[in-house]
């Protein structure tokens, strides 16, 4: 069985190492990682191939809160990410414990993440990420990750 993928590409005015270090430390991670309307606390990181990442979002604005409730969703979750590659400042790889969603069996899915430097100094990001066992679930993963990838522009000033 073929996975089905999809990516998600943005440019940063940015170092690949200051991408990196936003990528996998705590204080990166929580300043950029959750949308709008939630916030994202670490729990635990081991930055090694086996480690994982343990955090939790938690919806906080008002529509995300309503959405949340409407959908029979909790308002905080936490997640938990394995790290399968790790190549300092080029590739970061992790699968994801799909474990939240009711009436569906836990399952993992794979995400990579690739840096490339660019010729002005910046860094160009494609994350590449396996579709979810539904195109709604997977269409909010998309959106979420494309979210994401617009927080980090935010937080570098690109």
Avoid: C
């Avoid at 790889?93 to 990579?112: H, K, N, Q, R, S």
Wanted: net charge negative; no cysteine; glycine share 8%.
């Amino acid at each position: 069985m073929t996975t089905q993928k999809f990516q998600v590409e943005r440019t940063y005015a940015a170092s690949p190492e200051k991408i990196w270090e936003l990528w996998t430390t705590e204080a990166g991670i929580e300043a950029w990682w959750a949308p709008e309307g939630f916030t994202v606390h670490v729990d635990a990181l081991d930055l090694r191939v086996g480690g994982t990442l343990t955090y939790a979002m938690t919806a906080t604005g008002r529509e995300q809160v309503a959405f949340m409730e409407s959908a029979g969703l909790p308002l905080s979750s936490t997640s938990h990410k394995t790290f399968t590659e790790i190549e300092p400042t080029r590739r970061l790889a992790y699968t994801t414990l799909a474990d939240f969603i009711p009436g569906v069996e836990p399952y993992e899915f794979l995400t990579e993440v690739e840096l490339r430097p660019t010729a002005d100094g910046g860094t160009h990001v494609t994350m590449t990420a396996d579709t979810m066992h539904d195109e709604e679930w997977t269409g909010r993963l998309a959106a979420g990750r494309a979210n994401e990838m617009d927080n980090l522009a935010k937080v570098v000033g690109s």
